[in-house]
């Protein structure tokens, strides 16, 4: 195991405090909506509407302290760019941002308005790796892999602290969007340590689920393919040392329909006010597709992103379409 709760506890006290402290409470309206009490942590109050700040934070910290590195290059479906962008710029640190042609266009936009250069390359997230790593070996910059660069998931990890350490709510279970792995090492990390009666649980969806089948094999498997809508969760080669951390820290990783995630979209909205974009909806479509699962338990997940065109959240958040396949059937789950 990788992590531990003090190096996350340090991470904290680096991070930028607009990306700290963020809201959680418990949504009655969405609690009622899924027959179980729902906690939300919504890490989208920042300014760059993802909880990828907190990582890049720790990451640009200890940057800046190193003689002789004074940029960084990245893959990212825009999240992680963003949040490198911003941080970067406040000390100094030049910053690359590789991303696939059909990547957010709204993310790609708000990469570069902070000040990053964008290189687009390829069909999807791991061409654009393959690439960042060429230009960081060709510019001598500093590589940042999310998840594998540990300082990702110290930075994803202090959300656990600030859900965990104060013991504000009863918890049963903590649902994650499961992507690269930061964020469920970190938090699962933290629960593990502070809550280990807590259940926490990886949430992928079925269109792009090689780390959830990884976890499965106890040995990463890869596909040909991601094809969903939650752009930031969609990679197709898990990496093994995050898939060795995610082997002690989670319980269970479940998989979703992409009709359930756009429900999840659609619920978030209509009972807690919130803009999410698909991988942020994640947990409320694990609970969607396995109400039976979840039901009178005391849940929480992270609203972990924002970052959805107008359009695409017109389509899944104001449809009144009614969805068969959220109707607690498990219909995603394999």
């Known amino acids: ?43 989208t109050l920042n300014p760059v509407r993802s909880f990828k700040g907190r990582g890049a934070e720790a990451v640009m910290s200890w940057l800046g302290r190193q003689e002789g590195l004074d940029s960084a290059v990245c893959a990212s479906a825009g999240n992680l760019g963003q ?16 991303a696939a042609r059909r990547a957010n266009p709204m993310k790609i936009d708000g990469i570069r308005a902070l000040g990053a250069t964008v290189v687009l390359e390829g069909d999807d997230h791991e061409d654009a790796r393959r690439l960042a790593c060429e230009i960081a070996e ?13 300082r990702t998931c110290d930075g994803a990890g202090t959300i656990g602290l600030e859900l965990l350490e104060p013991a504000r709510e009863r918890l049963d279970v903590l649902l994650v969007a499961l992507g690269g792995g930061a964020m469920a090492s970190g938090i699962g990390c933290v629960a593990k340590a502070l809550a280990p009666d807590v259940e926490v649980i990886g949430v992928q969806p079925a269109g792009a ?17 991601a094809d969903t809508i939650a752009d930031g969760v969609a990679g197709r080669f898990p990496i093994a040392e995050v898939l060795d951390d995610l082997l002690v820290v989670l319980d269970d990783v479940v998989l979703v329909a992409e009709e359930t995630i756009k429900a999840g979209v659609r619920m978030l909205y ?23 699962r979840f039901a009178g ?34 219909a995603g789950q394999s």
Not at 210 to 217: D, E, I
């Open 209 to 225: 689920p090689a780390l959830a089948l990884s976890w499965r094999a106890r040995e990463v498997v890869t596909t040909e393919t």
């Open 138 to 150: 060709a510019r001598g910059a500093y590589l940042v892999e999310d998840s594998l660069d540990l």
């Open 297 to 330: 338990r005391h849940i929480a997940t992270v609203v972990c992103g924002s970052n959805v065109t107008p359009g695409d959240f017109a389509r899944w958040a104001l449809s009144q379409r009614r969805v068969a396949s959220v109707r607690g059937r498990g």
């Open 83 to 98: 949040a490198l962008a911003f941080s970067g710029a406040a000390r100094d640190v030049g910053v690359t941002v590789v």
């Open 1 to 43: 195991m990788r992590l531990d709760v003090d190096r996350i506890r340090a991470a904290q006290a680096v991070i930028d405090p607009v990306f700290r402290d963020t809201p959680q409470y418990v949504c009655a309206p969405l609690g009622a909506a899924l027959g179980c009490s729902v906690l939300l942590k919504v890490e």
């Open 270 to 292: 209509r009972h807690a006010g919130l803009v999410a974009e698909p991988s942020a909806a994640l947990g409320i479509a694990a609970v969607l597709e396995d109400r039976a």
